[in-house]
T-cell receptor, first 111, second 117 residues
């Protein structure tokens, strides 16, 4: 099964509201990353949080990591229509060079 | 930087035909990854290279799939013969161990949308 599992699978909110997506994983990690995918496009890296970090900010993005619970959350504040996309968490597993992606959360921001 | 370049962007072929997908990674990146994305299975890593050498091909579904990286600026993913279940979007991504962001951050191409009839 996937290393990263996102929750919810789909989320629809009004513009201006905050959006929270969660990711759970199973094995020890070096870091966890979040990517965005607009329809018909490739994935774009948003933010990386290392295993010894608990919280990280980048603009309207806030990522938390709880290694004891093997979970992470991505918060997008003051959402905009342009934030409509699928969001994926990806884990870099200790001892491996590759990323394992979750199934993604499809976020829709309604104007 | 031009980003990761993939060609073709769309490919429609008939079952049994050979399909070749191409990728040009970002200059200076030493890792290259091939992924396949479908609604049912999500994003799957097929194979990745480091300094042009295949490191992990455990995700390659069958012997019908093969990948090469003859030099640092070019890679191919070949399917021969193709089958309808190979229909998917195929992404190439690259990363660098030395550049800002570290080796784990991957830069994706726009993908090749493959339809096998």
């Amino acid at each position: 099964s996937q290393q990263g599992e996102e929750d919810p699978q789909a989320l629809s909110i009004q513009e201006g509201e905050n959006a929270t997506m969660n990711c759970s994983y199973k094995t020890s990690i070096n870091n966890l990353q979040w990517y965005r995918q607009n329809s018909g496009r490739g994935l774009v890296h948003l933010i990386l949080i290392r295993s010894n970090e608990r919280e990280k900010h980048s603009g309207r993005l806030r990522v938390t990591l709880d290694t004891s619970k093997k979970s992470s959350s991505l918060l997008i504040t003051a959402s905009r229509a342009a934030d409509t996309a699928s969001y994926f968490c990806a884990t870099a597993i200790q001892g491996a060079q590759k990323l394992v992606f979750g199934q993604g959360t499809r976020l829709t921001i309604n104007p | 930087d031009a980003g990761v370049i993939q060609s073709p962007r769309h490919e429609v072929t008939e079952m049994g035909q050979e399909v070749t997908l191409r990728c040009k990674p970002i200059s200076g990146h030493d890792y290259l990854f091939w992924y396949r994305q479908t609604m049912m299975r999500g994003l799957e890593l097929l194979i990745y290279f480091n300094n042009n050498v295949p490191i992990d091909d455990s995700g390659m579904p069958e012997d019908r799939f093969s990948a090469k990286m003859p030099n640092a600026s070019f890679s191919t993913l070949k399917i021969q013969p193709s089958e309808p279940r190979d229909s998917a979007v195929y992404f190439c991504a690259s990363s660098s161990r030395l550049r800002t962001g570290g080796r784990e951050t991957q830069y994706f191409g726009p993908g090749t949308r493959l339809l096998v009839l």
